[in-house]
C-alpha cells in the first residue's frame, strides 16, 4: 500500500426519506402558522365588531355619528398578512383597538387614544406600541388631522370658521419655523386656538388657558410647556396674524 495515498472515507448515501420526512415537516409547521393566522384574523374580526358598536353608544359632542362601516372598512384594509406578522404577540383585543384608531386618524376623525382605550376598556400601552407599527404600514396625514382636532375644540367652544381659519395660519407659521415637530395632535391644536384666541380676544385678556385644555383633554402642563417653547416667536407670530386678519377681514 502507497504510504502516500489518504485514504478518504466514502460519500454519505443520498436518502431521499429524509428530505421527504423535511418537507413534510415543514409543510404542516407552514399549515398550523396559516390556521392561526385565519383564527387570529377572524378574532380581531369579531373584536373590531364589538368595540365599534361601544363607540357608537357614546354621544360625542362634536360628531353628528360615527359611521361604523366606513371605519371597519378601513380596518380591514390595514388587517393584512404583514400586519399580523408584526402583532403576532399582542392581544387580539390590542390590535383590534388600535386598529380602529388608526382608521379614525385616517378618516380625520378627531378622537384621543386615551378616550378609545377607555371606553373599550384596553391596555393603552399595548395599543400605542401596535400604532407605530401601523404607522409604518399605512401612514395617516398628521397635518390634516391636526386641523380636524382644532375644529373639534373650536365647535365645542362655539368659535366660528373664521376664527378657524386663523387657527390654520398659526398652524403653517409654526410648521414654517420647525416648532411643533413631534408633538401630540391634540396639544399642538390646543395650542393653535389658546395663541388664537389670545391675538383676537387680546383686549379682554386672551382666552382661558385651563377651558381650552379641559375642553380638548389635553394635560395643561404639555400645553403651557408647548406655549413656553413659542414664546420667543409670539412677536413676529402676532405680526404676521394682524397681517393676514387684516387681509381676511
Do not use: W
Not at 374580526?45 to 372598512?73: A, C, H, P
Not at 391596555?123 to 401596535?130: A, F, L, P
Not at 380636524?148 to 409654526?174: D, E, P, V
Amino acid at each position: 500500500m502507497n504510504p502516500q495515498v489518504r485514504y478518504r472515507p466514502p460519500l454519505p448515501k443520498f436518502d431521499q426519506k429524509l428530505v421527504d420526512i423535511k418537507n413534510i415537516e415543514e409543510t404542516k409547521q407552514k399549515s398550523v402558522l396559516q390556521k392561526s393566522d385565519k383564527r387570529r384574523f377572524k378574532q380581531v374580526n369579531l373584536l373590531i365588531d364589538e368595540m365599534l358598536k361601544k363607540l357608537t353608544q357614546v354621544n360625542f359632542q362634536f360628531l353628528q355619528n360615527l359611521n361604523q362601516e366606513n371605519i371597519k372598512v378601513q380596518c380591514l384594509e390595514i388587517l393584512g398578512d404583514e400586519l399580523i406578522e408584526k402583532v403576532k404577540s399582542r392581544k387580539y383585543s390590542s390590535i383590534a383597538c388600535a386598529l380602529i384608531i388608526h382608521s379614525l386618524r385616517i378618516l380625520l376623525i378627531p378622537l384621543r387614544i386615551k378616550e378609545i382605550t377607555q371606553i373599550i376598556d384596553v391596555d393603552e400601552k399595548q395599543v400605542r406600541k401596535i400604532l407605530i407599527q401601523l404607522n409604518l404600514i399605512k401612514p395617516f396625514n398628521e397635518d390634516a388631522f391636526t386641523i380636524a382636532f382644532m375644529i373639534r375644540i373650536c365647535t365645542c367652544i362655539g368659535f366660528n370658521q373664521k376664527f378657524q381659519t386663523l387657527c390654520k395660519f398659526f398652524y403653517s407659521h409654526l410648521k414654517n419655523l420647525h416648532l411643533v415637530q413631534g408633538e401630540h395632535e391634540h396639544v399642538i391644536a390646543s395650542v393653535l386656538v389658546k395663541l388664537t384666541g389670545d391675538f383676537i380676544f387680546k383686549e379682554k385678556g386672551g382666552i382661558n388657558i385651563h377651558t381650552v385644555s379641559e375642553i380638548a383633554g389635553c394635560c395643561e402642563i404639555s400645553l403651557k410647556t408647548l406655549l413656553s417653547k413659542l414664546t420667543p416667536y409670539n412677536q413676529t407670530m402676532y405680526e404676521s396674524a394682524f397681517e393676514f386678519y387684516q387681509r381676511t377681514k
